[in-house]
């Protein structure tokens, strides 16, 4: 059986394949690495750009299993592109433009809140 772990990072590196093909210049930054967290309660995902690592709230797999995985999980990811892209230049607004742009190629509403942020 496949842990929660390992089924995070096959959705993890596909989504991260789908974003090379929108922007090739990834192809030189490995794909975030993630991290369950039991300590993160206030919101279920947080991602450091600088360490290009995403970690998500295990709780919140429970029993929002699938949001997690089609909308947290991407959500973070299109943080962590939008940095390795165009750097610090929206720090002050972490879903500005571009962040948008990515999350749209991603084929999902560039929704700066996600309903299990809190
Ligand atoms: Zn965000």
Known sequence: MKTLHHK????????????IESYPKLVRFDAPKIVLCNRLTRTAGKNYQEENRIHLANKFFVRNHSE??????PHEIAHQADFNLFGLSEKSCGHGKKWAKIMLELGLPANKYHSLEI
């Open 8 to 19: 995070i990072e096959i959705v993890t590196d596909k989504i991260w394949s789908d974003l």
């Open 68 to 73: 997690m995985m089609l909308t947290i999980l």
